[in-house]
């Protein structure tokens, strides 16, 4: 009866001060846990219940929540009653929960849950609870306790899943683990953790997933105190080649980007800057082929452009206008992208790089404009 009340409210625009007091059901459901029938009724009537939640119902409810699946002893009714605070928390990230509060007291719950399950479904629901509790944390300071239970043999063996559904879960949830904390924080646990699941999962030949996107995020996220740079240039020298071979156009496209970011990052020097434009300039023609390019070449050239404008710039930021000779057929290229009216430029791929395009040319002009009437010239 209980669980039949929600319609009836919203039909008869019942006032909420006239509601059933929901809280002290869960209160008698709770203390009779003893009775996994009684107990199994919690997370359906929260479930039935949620839509009727104000603010202040719903942080009332989360605490509910966090007791009753602290002290219940089932796996499967603290399994649903975790579905029902991830459904809660979903889109609620601004009302007010202390996030890295609850996720202290649910961390533990969750992560012995992830080895009782073997469903993908299941444990996908518990990865993006995992993530919804990340997002909202935003630690100020390290926390050693979170992050020593971040590395459970439940989240190891998670890695090492060969369910795609799963690694793009486990993969959302690391990235958003690390940036809840401040850039600079000492994770090297947590990095090591995500290179040595981006390396088990490429070594098994799955290039077709979202692990491109962790990679990058690493490279992104990188700074000394995390002690993982000879562990990333290990990765980039023992896949760069295979990527660089594709002849997948979109997983080249993405590979350019953690190229671009390895030379942010300063694990690419300037010594290695001819190399890379040639390897840049060969894979350029490769969407030159023809006019009409489909979304992957738009994006391939994207990433080559916005290498290219990277390394232009340092170039240019070290002074010697004599080095930019080792740029002249990349100028080339951005003029030739400016010029050519066959490109819809304003294509989503096209509108930063082309901003990019613009500045680098206009710097050309100040730091040398012979240079820049030779490249008019054809010279």
Not at 298 to 306: D, E, G, Q, V, W
Not at 309 to 329: D, M, P, R, Y
Request: with cysteine; aromatic share 10%.
């Amino acid at each position: 009866m209980v669980g039949q009340l929600p319609p009836v409210y919203q039909d008869f625009k019942i006032d909420p001060s006239q509601y059933l007091d929901l809280g002290a059901v869960l209160k008698y459901l709770e203390n009779a846990s003893s009775d996994l029938n009684l107990s199994k009724r919690i997370p359906v009537l929260i479930h039935k219940w949620i839509g009727l939640f104000d603010w202040n119902a719903k942080v009332q409810i989360v605490q509910n929540i966090v007791q009753i699946t602290q002290s219940l002893q089932n796996h499967v009714v603290r399994y649903e009653c975790c579905m029902c605070l991830k459904a809660i928390l979903k889109n609620e990230q601004g009302m007010g929960l202390d996030f890295a509060g609850l996720g202290e007291q649910i961390l533990p719950i969750v992560i012995d849950l992830l080895g009782r399950f073997r469903n993908p479904q299941a444990v996908w629901g518990l990865l993006e609870l995992l993530r919804a509790l990340f997002a909202g944390a935003q630690y100020s300071t390290q926390n050693d306790n979170v992050i020593a239970q971040l590395q459970s043999q439940n989240i190891l063996a998670l890695t090492k899943s060969d369910d795609l559904f799963l690694i793009q879960a486990l993969v959302d949830m690391l990235k958003t683990v690390i940036a809840s904390f401040p850039f600079g924080t000492v994770l090297t646990s947590l990095f090591m953790i995500c290179i040595e699941f981006i390396d088990y999962h490429l070594k098994m030949n799955r290039f077709k997933t979202t692990l491109d996107s962790l990679w990058l995020f690493l490279v992104r996220e990188y700074s000394e105190v995390q002690n993982v740079g000879d562990a990333l240039q290990a990765l980039f020298s023992r896949y760069s080649g295979l990527f660089l071979n594709m002849s997948d156009l979109e997983e080249l496209g993405k590979f350019i980007n953690i190229i671009e970011e390895y030379i942010l990052a300063g694990f690419i020097t300037p010594d290695n800057y001819g190399d890379i434009i040639k390897i840049m300039e060969e894979k350029y023609a490769l969407t030159m082929e023809d006019d009409d390019i489909d979304e992957s070449e738009y994006n391939l050239k994207s990433a080559i452009l916005s290498l290219m404008s990277t390394l232009i710039l340092i170039i240019l930021n070290q002074g010697s206008v004599e080095n930019l000779k080792i740029c002249n057929n990349m100028y080339k290229y951005l003029l030739n992208e400016l010029l050519k009216n066959t490109y819809d430029l304003e294509f989503k791929s096209f509108k930063a790089v082309k901003v990019s395009m613009l500045t680098l040319l206009n710097r050309l002009i100040i730091s040398d404009l012979n240079a820049f009437l030779g490249l008019l010239n054809g010279e």
